[in-house]
């Protein structure tokens, strides 16, 4: 129990004399206000009836008798009148008017007595003779207004004060609940720390006991034991002996048998380097097979044109003047330089040589490649070349990958035209730039051919891969193995109908 | 045109058209053939090859199996025999494409020369057809 904490009665805020008192003063405040109120009201009615009745003895003086809403006007201006009388001196009424009777709650207040009822007279003088008199009945305010507005305000003190009060003890008493419900959990917790180390207690005490038991048992068993196990040490000593020359038995046996492994080992390997041998050289030979196979293909054609052009000219009785046989000179020349070509290719692709390079200008390459290919005269090429770009390189190999990859281009633009594609519809363009880019002089091939689809693009550099009815396949094989002996890079983008952009780096 | 190889023609000289994509292969058959009393074309596009027979008829005509497309001149060939039933079909290629050649047959081949031919070969196997197919209309 926190000793801190002050006790119930202390802290509440009861109904002390303060909450007696002042609606108390309240009330003595407002009695006093609605009787000066009264007062003065009455004080003021006594002064305008006395206005009045000099008002209604000027009437009478005049011996004019007014109609009655002369008068009637002369009360109107009366606030809460009941009647106005008028009498002469002989006490006969001359003009009486019922006015403002209270209706509602103040006609049923006045019937039970609470509205008050007072009269006022005041004579009405001629000279100093009184020639009549005036009476009006006033009924005074409404004291239920006041009271209403009284009792109101008394309530919503007593309510604020209710309230407050309710809020405050509501706030103690929740301090007190959780100060009591810390204190609760708190012996809840110790109580339950007691209660577990008490089961602990136990639990150690029956464990401690049986332990006993089982310790005890062991010995037993253990004394047992001890005497048989001196029994069998007797034995197991003769044991022993045999076992050790078993042991040293097995010992040798195994070191044979590792040593056989090891020469068994030696032999598959052997073998399977042999097999791996034969395997490489069987995918050679396949490769080989191939590009043999492709090879016969391709020069069937420009042999055929040779044979035909051999036969023309020895064929018998049959004399040609030096026009037909310088032309057909030119055939054979031309399609053996086509067979040179493809051979040559296929050697480069077999046995690549390794590049002798010297110093000389990319622009001047390029200039050479373009001039061993036959362009065609619907094709525009567009050379943008940095002169100053001098680069250590094989020209030959060099000139032979631009040769390989514009005659891709050529092909490409030929057959979009074929098909009537849109891009090279208005003719071919091959673009090249050459520029320095860093370290590297970046070589770029730009055509509107037919371009490539994405499986062909992963495709292009695989030896004997073609999509042309013709060729061995070769062409893009041999400018990455000579771009890679540069130390250069290839990069190949392409979308199909629209055209293929070559990037080609070469270190500078 | 008259006197060929001694021997009066009074009928009309065979015709010949030969469809290849190597143009030194067409221009050296054409003297060939010219010189062999043929009246010879050559063409080296498909397209361009129907609208020739869609002009005049040829006896025979020598096609490569394989023009700018694989299956090339396959399709020549079809293409032609719906204009000119009555042509006799040679075909030559320099590839071993067995199912190209079995269509070849299919659509109408008579024979395959296989390059680099024998021109006499050609020669003697396209003339004999041709006298064969005259003999027959006669």
Same mark, same amino acid.
């Given at each position: 129990?926190?000793?801190?904490?002050?006790?119930?009665?202390?802290?509440?805020? $009861?109904? %002390?004399?303060?909450? #007696?008192?002042?609606?108390?003063?309240?009330?003595?405040?407002?009695? !006093?206000?609605?009787?000066?109120?009264?007062?003065?009201?009455?004080?003021?009615?006594?002064?305008?009836?006395?206005?009045?009745?000099?008002?209604?003895?000027?009437?009478?003086?005049?011996?004019?008798?007014?109609?009655?809403?002369?008068?009637?006007?002369?009360?109107?201006?009366?606030?809460?009148?009941?009647?106005?009388?008028?009498?002469?001196?002989?006490?006969?009424?001359?003009?009486? &008017?019922?006015?403002?009777?209270?209706?509602?709650?103040?006609?049923?207040?006045?019937?039970?007595?609470?509205?008050?009822?007072? @009269?006022?007279?005041? +004579?009405?003088?001629?000279?100093?003779?009184?020639?009549?008199?005036?009476?009006?009945?006033?009924?005074?305010?409404?004291?239920?207004?006041?009271?209403?507005?009284?009792?109101?305000?008394?309530?919503?003190?007593?309510?604020?004060?209710?309230?407050?009060?309710?809020?405050?003890?509501?706030?103690?008493?929740? #301090?007190?609940?959780?100060?009591?419900?810390?204190?609760?959990?708190?012996?809840?917790? @110790?109580?339950?720390? !007691?209660?577990?180390?008490?089961?602990?207690?136990?639990?150690?005490?029956?464990?401690?006991?049986?332990?006993? *038991? #089982?310790?005890?048992?062991?010995?037993?068993?253990?004394?047992?034991?001890?005497?048989?196990?001196? *029994?069998e040490l007797?034995m197991s000593n003769e044991e022993l002996g045999r076992t050790s020359k078993e042991l040293e038995k097995a010992k040798t046996e195994c070191e044979n048998w590792g040593k056989d492994m090891e020469v068994k080992v030696n032999e598959k390997t052997k073998d399977l380097m042999k097999i791996q041998e034969q395997l490489a050289r069987s995918e050679k030979l396949a490769v080989l097979g191939k590009l043999a196979g492709s090879l016969s293909h391709e020069l069937r054609n420009?042999l055929?044109?040779?044979?035909?052009?051999?036969?023309?000219?020895?064929?018998?009785?049959? *004399?040609?003047?030096?026009? !037909?046989?310088?032309?057909?000179? *030119?055939?054979?020349?031309?399609?053996?330089?086509?067979m040179n070509k493809i051979i040559h290719d296929s050697l480069d692709f077999a046995r690549p040589k390794a590049p002798e390079p010297r110093?000389?200008?990319?622009?001047?390459?390029?200039?050479?490649?373009?001039? @061993?290919?036959?362009?065609?005269?619907?094709?525009?090429?567009? #050379?943008?070349?940095?002169?100053?770009?001098?680069?250590f390189i094989d020209?030959f190999q060099i000139r032979q990958a631009f040769v390989n990859i514009?005659t891709n281009?050529?092909?490409?633009?030929?057959?979009?035209?074929?098909?009537? &594609?849109?891009?090279?519809?208005?003719?071919?363009?091959?673009?090249?730039?050459?520029?320095?880019?860093?370290d590297f002089?970046?070589?770029?091939?730009?055509?509107?051919?037919?371009?490539m689809t994405k499986e062909t693009t992963e495709k292009i550099y695989e030896p004997l891969f073609t999509t042309r009815v013709r060729g061995v396949g070769l062409g893009m094989a041999i400018v990455k193995g000579i771009i890679e002996k540069h130390k250069g890079s290839i990069d190949v983008e392409s979308?199909f109908?629209?055209?293929t952009?070559i990037t080609l780096r070469l270190p500078? | &045109?008259?006197?060929? %190889?001694?021997?009066?023609?009074?009928?009309?000289?065979?015709?010949?058209?030969?469809?290849?994509?190597?143009?030194?292969?067409?221009?050296?058959?054409?003297?060939?053939?010219?010189?062999?009393?043929?009246? +010879?074309?050559?063409?080296?596009?498909?397209?361009?090859?129907?609208? &020739?027979?869609?002009?005049?008829?040829?006896? $025979? +005509?020598?096609?490569?199996?394989i023009?700018?497309?694989v299956?090339?001149?396959?399709?020549?060939?079809?293409?032609?025999?719906?204009?000119?039933?009555?042509?006799?079909?040679?075909?030559?290629t320099a590839y071993t494409r067995e199912d190209l050649i079995v @269509?070849?047959?299919?659509?109408?081949?008579?024979?395959?020369?296989k390059k680099?031919?024998?021109?006499?070969?050609?020669?003697?196997?396209?003339?004999?057809?041709?006298?064969?197919?005259?003999?027959?209309?006669?």
């Amino acid at each position: 129990m926190n000793p801190k904490t002050p006790p119930l009665s202390e802290n509440r805020r $009861a109904f %002390g004399p303060s909450a #007696v008192l002042v609606p108390l003063l309240f009330i003595l405040v407002f009695i !006093a206000f609605v009787v000066i109120n009264e007062k003065w009201e009455e004080r003021n009615r006594a002064k305008s009836v006395e206005e009045r009745a000099r008002v209604v003895s000027v009437f009478l003086w005049d011996f004019d008798y007014r109609p009655a809403d002369e008068y009637l006007r002369v009360a109107s201006e009366l606030e809460h009148y009941e009647n106005f009388i008028v009498v002469d001196a002989d006490g006969d009424v001359f003009i009486s &008017m019922e006015c403002h009777k209270p209706h509602g709650l103040d006609g049923f207040l006045s019937k039970i007595g609470l509205i008050r009822v007072n @009269e006022i007279c005041h +004579a009405i003088e001629y000279g100093n003779k009184q020639i009549g008199e005036i009476r009006v009945r006033f009924y005074n305010r409404s004291i239920y207004l006041y009271l209403e507005f009284f009792v109101f305000l008394l309530l919503f003190y007593f309510a604020a004060m209710f309230f407050l009060d309710t809020i405050e003890a509501k706030k103690n008493l929740e #301090v007190r609940v959780k100060e009591r419900t810390a204190g609760l959990v708190r012996l809840n917790a @110790e109580l339950e720390n !007691a209660r577990n180390e008490i089961a602990n207690k136990a639990q150690e005490m029956v464990f401690l006991n049986k332990e006993l *038991e #089982v310790s005890n048992r062991e010995l037993q068993t253990r004394s047992e034991e001890l005497e048989s196990i001196n *029994e069998e040490l007797s034995m197991s000593n003769e044991e022993l002996g045999r076992t050790s020359k078993e042991l040293e038995k097995a010992k040798t046996e195994c070191e044979n048998w590792g040593k056989d492994m090891e020469v068994k080992v030696n032999e598959k390997t052997k073998d399977l380097m042999k097999i791996q041998e034969q395997l490489a050289r069987s995918e050679k030979l396949a490769v080989l097979g191939k590009l043999a196979g492709s090879l016969s293909h391709e020069l069937r054609n420009p042999l055929s044109s040779i044979k035909n052009a051999v036969y023309y000219l020895t064929m018998p009785n049959k *004399e040609r003047d030096k026009k !037909a046989i310088d032309e057909y000179l *030119e055939i054979i020349k031309r399609q053996a330089e086509i067979m040179n070509k493809i051979i040559h290719d296929s050697l480069d692709f077999a046995r690549p040589k390794a590049p002798e390079p010297r110093r000389c200008g990319i622009c001047d390459t390029i200039r050479e490649a373009l001039a @061993e290919i036959r362009i065609p005269e619907n094709i525009v090429v567009d #050379v943008k070349c940095d002169e100053k770009i001098e680069m250590f390189i094989d020209p030959f190999q060099i000139r032979q990958a631009f040769v390989n990859i514009l005659t891709n281009s050529i092909q490409a633009i030929h057959s979009a035209c074929c098909a009537g &594609m849109d891009g090279a519809k208005d003719g071919g363009v091959i673009e090249i730039t050459a520029q320095k880019d860093g370290d590297f002089a970046k070589i770029v091939f730009r055509d509107n051919g037919e371009g490539m689809t994405k499986e062909t693009t992963e495709k292009i550099y695989e030896p004997l891969f073609t999509t042309r009815v013709r060729g061995v396949g070769l062409g893009m094989a041999i400018v990455k193995g000579i771009i890679e002996k540069h130390k250069g890079s290839i990069d190949v983008e392409s979308e199909f109908s629209k055209g293929t952009v070559i990037t080609l780096r070469l270190p500078v | &045109m008259l006197v060929l %190889g001694g021997i009066a023609m009074k009928e009309k000289p065979k015709s010949i058209l030969i469809v290849d994509d190597d143009v030194d292969i067409c221009n050296t058959l054409k003297d060939i053939f010219a010189d062999k009393g043929y009246h +010879a074309e050559v063409s080296n596009d498909k397209s361009e090859a129907v609208k &020739m027979a869609k002009t005049r008829t040829y006896d $025979a +005509a020598l096609i490569d199996i394989i023009l700018d497309k694989v299956d090339g001149g396959v399709h020549v060939i079809k293409e032609l025999k719906k204009i000119r039933p009555n042509t006799l079909f040679f075909v030559m290629t320099a590839y071993t494409r067995e199912d190209l050649i079995v @269509e070849a047959f299919k659509s109408g081949a008579l024979k395959l020369f296989k390059k680099p031919f024998d021109i006499e070969e050609v020669l003697t196997v396209i003339a004999e057809e041709v006298e064969k197919k005259h003999s027959k209309n006669s």
